[in-house]
């Protein structure tokens, strides 16, 4: 509505309090143009499932799930009113059943449900046998405050997990870009090795490991596509710390040489494909990296047996090392964006 969803992602506190405030407003109209008795109850159940949740795959699912709860607790609340006033006992155990079995399944998928299948008992009917007409308007009025929730997340700035996912997975392999990039120029410099706070990265992916349950509620197909991309950006952050805060003198020797050259070549591309993948990530239109694309099989020949020097090994176990660190980076990154275009490439169509 008016809004680019990530402009109501980048401020997503200002439009949730709007949309909680539009709804209780719509909410307190009807209560007053049709005069509706016990009305709080609507206005609860608005705060009570908006209020904690921002985005709307985790707002509509908890807004079914109290509608659910809300009727199957009030049909069973309104079955106990069907029993003679004077067998208040027997409407307590009664009551209690309902209840036990209400909290059995409050450990299962559907707790939120279930626990609002207890609420609604005691509600309706928790009092014993009474004002019938009371539990009437507490159960109409939990329905119209679920309806109101239905129609304000999705009308009024709806918040998406999906397109929040979208920016962060972008961000991270921006990040992912400038930290390779910064490495690749100190490996052509005499500078000193410094050691890069790559805290950013791990935060990013805490972020994105958070919003995976509010994304998997929005996403309809496989919810380990979701997994998957968080798992291979985990990969490929654990390889980018130990190719950047490593130290690589005779790697940074080797620049010095063709090979050198040849290797400041595959490192600018690697950089490319990187902030290339971010670049499409942000625009929802992911092409898969493919391994051979990046050239890392360079020639580091080792010299005649003859004339091996004692430090031959470590240095050699340096150079190689490096290049192996390049080439399971390449590896994961083709992976990533494999798991990367099956989840954005399709997002309008499996998204809610």
Known sequence: MFFSDRFIIRHQAIFHLARIVIACAIALLILHLFSIPHGSWALITIIVVMGPVSYLGSVLTKANQRLLGTLVGASLGFTLYLLPMNLSVFHDVILLIFIAVAMYFA?????????????????VAGTGPGDLEVAEWRTLNVILGTVINYACGRLFFPSRAIVHFQMLVSEFLQLSSDYYLLHSQELASDDEHMEYNMKLLSVNLAKQRSLMVHV?????????????????????????????????????????????LELLAANETLFETINQLSLEVDTGEVKQVLTQDIELNLTLSPPEAQHVPTDFSEQNINQFGYLWLNHQLVQYLSALSFCLSKVFNHSPDKAK
């Open 216 to 260: 998997q509620k929005e996403w309809h197909g496989d919810k380990q596509e979701i997994a998957d991309i968080v798992i291979s950006e985990r990969r490929v952050l654990s390889i980018l710390e130990n190719l950047i805060n490593s130290r690589w003198e005779t790697v940074t020797k080797l620049h010095q040489n063709t090979t050198g």
């Open 107 to 123: 450990h299962g998928r559907h707790s939120y449900a279930a626990i609002l299948v207890g609420i609604t008992l005691v509600l």
